[in-house]
């Protein structure tokens, strides 16, 4: 499986203010659920049951 890293610049006091609001998670977590619901809302059912599924069957062989 290949990845694209997305890299995000944000200054000091807004990365630690929302950091401080979050519960049970951090800001990275955070905006890794908002790129999964973008996902999930964007692309047609189809397609992101197809790379679902594809990202699900590449992980499980690593892990065999």
Do not use: F, G
Request: glycine share 0%; aromatic share 10%; proline share 3%.
């Amino acid at each position: 499986m290949s990845s694209r890293e997305i890299v995000l610049w944000l200054d000091e006091r807004w990365y630690a203010a929302l950091e401080r609001h979050l519960k049970n998670e951090t800001l990275p977590e955070r905006l890794e659920d908002y790129i999964d619901e973008l996902c999930n809302h964007l692309l047609p059912d189809y397609e992101y049951e197809q790379i679902s599924k594809e990202v699900y069957e590449e992980r499980m062989e690593r892990e065999a």
